[in-house]
């Protein structure tokens, strides 16, 4: 049976004609976007971070490291709903260290394994094309 209540859809784009080029908006970025702020009820040693724009990719590298530090009661991040770019990571510390920095350190970590990744990498790939060469 039909609904007797207005339509609330809305029209789509008119599709391109075959052969025609389709039209797209360019991209946009935004260089002064806030991409991590601090959720409501977070103390010294207790806090929830939200991420704009990240993932699983952040998450688990990002909550592994910190998880490393012995002054870390708690770590761990979760994805809110899938259609959403956000991700939330929570941290809990012993007394005698903040949160913010258990996430700076975990954060210079990050940055640190990536530095010896892209190391090896290198190295590896300038001995396989050595061997390539001779």
């Known amino acids: 049976m039909p609904s007797q209540q207005a339509s609330q ?9 075959e052969g025609e080029p389709a039209t797209q ?5 935004e260089l002064g976007q806030q991409k991590l702020r601090v959720l ?10 939200e991420f704009e724009g990240e993932d699983h990719t952040l998450g ?5 490291l910190i ?3 012995p002054e870390i009661e708690f770590c761990g991040y979760s994805i809110p709903h899938p259609s959403e770019a956000k991700m939330n990571v ?4 012993y007394e005698g260290t ?4 258990a996430l700076e350190k975990g ?23 050595a061997k390539e060469g001779q």
Do not use: H, W
Request: charged fraction near 25%.
């Open 25 to 29: 908006a360019p991209e946009t970025y």
């Open 107 to 129: 954060f210079d970590d990050l940055v640190d394994l990536c530095d010896v990744v892209t190391e090896k990498f290198t190295e590896a790939r300038d001995a396989f094309m």
């Open 9 to 17: 859809d809305q029209p789509m784009a008119e599709a391109p004609a």
């Open 90 to 93: 929570r941290i809990q510390t």
């Open 67 to 69: 998880m490393k530090n």
């Open 60 to 64: 688990n590298a990002l909550r592994y």
């Open 40 to 49: 409501p009820g977070a103390s010294e040693t207790a806090a929830s971070f």
């Open 98 to 101: 903040t949160v913010y920095d």
